[in-house]
Nanobody
Framework: EVQLVESGGGLVQPGGSLRLSCAASGFTFSTYAMSWVRQAPGKGLEWVSVINSGGGTTRYPDSMQGRLTISRDNAKNTLYLQMNSLKPEDTAVYYC????????????WGQGTQVTVSS
């Protein structure tokens, strides 16, 4: 059974930092690209970052470039998202998602972790 379990969310002041983690199990983690996707209150899903299976290639939306770093530890089956210089508009539920290249879609999602940026 595929499982993705996020952790690391919480309340942080503007300008602060958080590191999210996503523990993966039930599949060969090292062979799949992974992403972080977020959903702000009352809004739709927003893609935040992607990393290839080996960890050597990452992509971010232009609006978030420089503030986010996605990484992975394939030995630990864990995905990370380091977020710096957080803004109130970064408040959202953050999900990790497994990319299925054969269907060109995300096929598994975690339950999400809440990030709240507020003073």
């Amino acid at each position: 059974e595929v499982q993705l379990v996020e952790s690391g969310g919480g309340l942080v002041q503007p300008g602060g930092s958080l590191r999210l983690s996503c523990a993966a199990s039930g599949f060969t983690f090292s062979t799949y690209a992974m992403s972080w996707v977020r959903q702000a209150p009352g809004k739709g899903l927003e893609w935040v970052s992607v990393i290839n299976s080996g960890g050597g290639t990452t992509r971010y939306p232009d609006s978030m470039q420089g503030r986010l770093t996605i990484s992975r530890d394939n030995a630990k089956n864990t995905l990370y998202l380091q977020m710096n210089s957080l803004k109130p508009e970064d408040t959202a539920v953050y999900y990790c998602a497994k990319w299925d290249g054969s269907t060109w879609a995300y096929d598994y999602w975690g339950q999400g972790t809440q990030v709240t940026v507020s003073s």
